[in-house]
């Protein structure tokens, strides 16, 4: 039978109906469009799939269990890398990843891989029940500091190994950037807390609502029987340009608008954490984070919303399906466009004024491409005189997070490079400080979670070697 080319669509909302509701887009393929799905697979020798994947998924072998409608084999084949299937199956990069190294991708589409991850964990979540997985206990303790995807991946192949892990998290609800990051239309609350209870299936156990450096230190941990520590907190720290008018009401980092819309339930006018529901909104920037947010915006009813990007479509970094859903659900991409200053004005006064009030437009500047930079990318270069206004009442900042520097300003010993990321031994996750582990966002800054993941795991196998040296 002659290899289909194209990858089999995925079924999704219609674009007009789900621009104003929250429910997840993409509907996932059935069994039937699975298996078709999977015989496209050619089952190559060298498996190059599995070398772009973060975490070693052994793809073919998942694959082809499958074909053979063996739906819990293929569960098994993906969990012994995977923490989070579900999860990766939606939100991680494929196209970059394992996919961009598919054998039929040289050709034709590749495999849809991600799809099909998600397509056997939805299955397995189905049907699957909360029983506690006994394992040996090794005697050894240890805490991970954050509950998003790095500490999850940490913290669950820790406790396949015998472990009594802690999971500390500051926010009521574990799975970090998870959780208070991904729109539910992108991540459903309820595929996080099934992947969480997976986890806690084999003891791991989640305190939430405790700040690492406020409500207890990394010493005090280790004084109060921890033999080792993992800090996966995440880059949480917004950022923004420096230009006037910042200070505005309307004027939010993307972090804060998403965590007050996913995790708060700011869309809800009952709310103790209220959201802006403003008529016309700018997001700044061109990520998956800008994407998120300016989807959110559309959402929570927002009759027009625009993307400014500095850079040409061909550069913009989010995900392509992701561009492609925002531009069906009609959001306006300003490209080559770049914020030179928001508006304001005084409801008292009704005049405007930079320092106070109110957004009420954002003045930015035409852009041409010129030299590529360092990293091969070609900077954008302003227009002379090419100065406007775009009509806005909200403006969101998605350009970028940091690692908040609260754990690194309580704990002594702990180097960090200039950016605020923790310092690391990237084959093992080690920091300047004995028995201090780190991974994900709090080392790199914001990436995506299947790399967040991979650094856990690392972290994981070294905190395993470092233990198993020192006697109970």
């Known amino acids: 039978m002659p290899v289909q080319l194209k990858k089999y669509s995925m079924p999704v909302q219609d674009a007009t109906l789900r621009a104003r509701n929250f429910d997840e887009v993409a509907k996932g393929y059935s069994i039937e469009i699975a298996i078709k799905e999977a015989q496209r697979c050619l089952n190559c020798k060298n498996n190059p799939c599995v070398d772009g994947c973060p975490v070693n998924v052994r793809i073919p072998e998942f694959i082809s269990k499958i074909v053979d409608k063996d739906f819990d084999g293929a569960y098994s084949v993906i969990s012994q890398s995977s923490s989070l299937p579900a999860v990766c199956g939606r939100v991680c990069p494929q196209e970059t990843q394992c996919e961009s190294k598919c054998t039929l991708g040289v050709k034709f589409e590749p495999v849809a891989i991600g799809r099909l991850e998600r397509f056997v964990a939805d299955f397995h979540n189905s049907k699957c029940e909360e029983n506690q997985v006994k394992t040996q206990t090794n005697g050894h303790r240890v805490a991970v500091v954050g509950s998003g995807p790095s500490g999850l991946a940490c913290a669950g192949d820790l406790a396949k190994k015998g472990y009594k892990v802690t999971v500390f998290e500051a926010l009521h609800t574990a799975g970090g950037v998870l959780v208070y990051g991904i729109p539910e239309f992108r991540l459903p609350k309820k595929i996080v807390e099934k992947e969480v209870n997976e986890l806690k299936k084999y003891g ?201 520097p609260l754990i690194k300003n309580t704990t002594a010993g702990l180097a960090v490079n200039r950016h605020g990321g923790i310092i690391v031994e990237e084959s093992t996750g080690k920091t300047t400080k004995e028995g201090v582990f780190a991974g994900g966002d709090a080392v790199t800054g914001a990436a995506t979670v299947i790399l967040a993941m991979g650094a856990g795991k690392t972290a994981a196998k070294a905190i395993d070697e470092y233990l198993s040296k020192k006697e109970v």
């Not at 880059?235 to 972090?255: H, T």
């Not at 490209?335 to 928001?342: F, G, K, Q, S, T």
């Not at 957004?359 to 500047?365: H, N, P, Q, R």
């Open 204 to 404: 791991v156990e989640i305190i939430t609502n405790v700040v690492i450096g406020k409500t207890v230190t990394v010493d005090e941990l280790f004084e109060e029987g921890y033999e080792a520590v993992f800090v996966g907190s995440g880059a949480g720290l917004p950022r923004f340009m420096g230009i006037r008018g910042e200070s505005l009401k309307g004027v939010y980092s993307a972090n804060e608008f998403l965590t007050r819309a996913n995790l708060m339930n700011a869309y809800d006018g009952k709310s103790h954490t209220p959201i802006m529901r403003a008529k016309k909104v700018a997001v700044v920037g061109g990520g998956n984070v800008a994407m998120d947010a300016a989807r959110t915006a559309l959402r929570l009813g927002s009759e027009r919303v625009y993307i400014i990007y500095r850079r040409s479509m061909e550069e913009l970094p989010a995900r392509k399906e992701e561009v492609e859903h925002a531009q069906e659900e009609g959001i306006k991409f300003e490209i080559l466009r770049n914020p030179v200053e928001v508006l304001g004005f005084n409801n008292e006064k009704n005049n405007r004024d930079p320092r106070n009030g109110f957004v009420s437009g954002l003045k930015v500047i035409k852009c041409e491409l010129g030299e590529p930079d360092e990293r091969g990318r070609r900077s954008p270069v302003p227009v002379p005189d090419s100065e406007y206004v775009i009509d806005v009442d909200c403006v969101i900042m998605a350009i970028g997070t940091s690692p908040n």
